[in-house]
């Protein structure tokens, strides 16, 4: 009487079998052929303070040349606070880069890791569903710099209330000694002030710019990169954490546009082309301040 049981449960186990075997080429069908030679992920700065803006920057290179890759997944941000997602696409010879960038503001202090951003798709090489993955990311965020900074403010407050006081204590002074020389000889005559120095120009944004640019021609670091793309948005008239498209829209000025596409490229784009890149900077920026 067990063999009938036996039966049926093998006949349901070979059908089992024969449906998840049909499934798993119709799930790839969905997925684009292609071949994924680089896919990264990195911060411009992995140490910063709350309520202080950085960037989370993803690329991406295939050899195909793609209109868009959807497929590409950026990391959960968690609690942090997405100011900006902008997706850049370029094509070359070599095929095509995308590069995703975040602009990020932790709420809170604490170390967060942000997972790997991935894609996937058919391995063009193993013609394989395969799940592209990049290195994961770990940033720091400090929350005692602002109390820092305000007992610093106030300690510079109480030294300056504390020199006003000599100050006026000195002019007391000054003025009692005078009363008493007036009255044991007569007044002589007042002498003019001396003239008063020319006042410093105050410094402008081309000034700030210029000084970034031969700082970052003097060592193009990677400090140095992000001193010059910061002047050049605030050239533009860009708030501080402003995405490119925001820096674009707030100048009309055709020359500064194109040093800041350079700074945008140089900073975010393929490390592989990080040299030319740079020389467009700084030609662009100098061309601009002339």
């Not at 036996?6 to 049909?22: E, G, P």
């Not at 592989?272 to 030609?283: K, M, Q």
């Amino acid at each position: 009487m067990a063999r009938p049981d036996l039966s049926r449960a093998a006949a349901a186990a070979a059908t089992l079998a024969a449906v998840l075997a049909a499934a798993a080429p119709a799930a790839a069908q969905g997925l684009r052929a292609l071949h994924v030679e680089a896919l990264s992920m990195r911060a411009d700065r992995v140490q910063l303070h709350v309520g202080e803006v950085f960037h989370l920057a993803i690329h991406v290179h295939v050899a195909e040349r793609v209109a868009a890759l959807d497929e590409l997944v950026v990391p959960n941000v968690g609690t942090m606070q997405l100011d900006g997602d902008e997706r850049r696409v370029g094509a070359s010879a070599t095929g095509t880069d995308v590069v995703e960038t975040l602009t990020l503001e932790p709420t809170a202090a604490g170390t967060y890791t942000f997972n790997a951003a991935y894609l996937d798709a058919i391995d063009a090489r193993t013609r394989k569903p395969t799940r592209f993955s990049s290195n994961p990311v770990r940033v720091v965020v400090a929350g005692a710099a602002p109390e820092t900074a305000v007992a610093g403010a106030l300690w510079q407050l109480a030294g300056a209330v504390v020199a006003g006081v000599a100050l006026l204590a000195v002019l007391v002074a000054a003025v009692l000694a005078a009363i008493v020389l007036r009255r044991r000889r007569p007044v002589a005559a007042l002498q003019p002030p001396p003239a008063a120095p020319p006042p410093v120009p105050a410094r402008t944004t081309r000034d700030e710019v210029a000084d970034a640019l031969r700082a970052y021609r003097t060592a193009p670091a990677n400090g140095a990169l992000l001193r010059l793309r910061g002047a050049l948005f605030a050239a533009a008239g860009a708030a501080p954490g402003a995405t490119l498209r925001d820096a674009l829209r707030a100048s009309g000025d055709g020359a500064l546009h194109a040093a800041l596409a350079a700074a945008e490229r140089t900073a975010f784009g393929p490390a592989a082309v990080r040299d030319a890149s740079s020389a467009d900077l700084i030609g662009a920026t100098e061309s601009w301040l002339r």
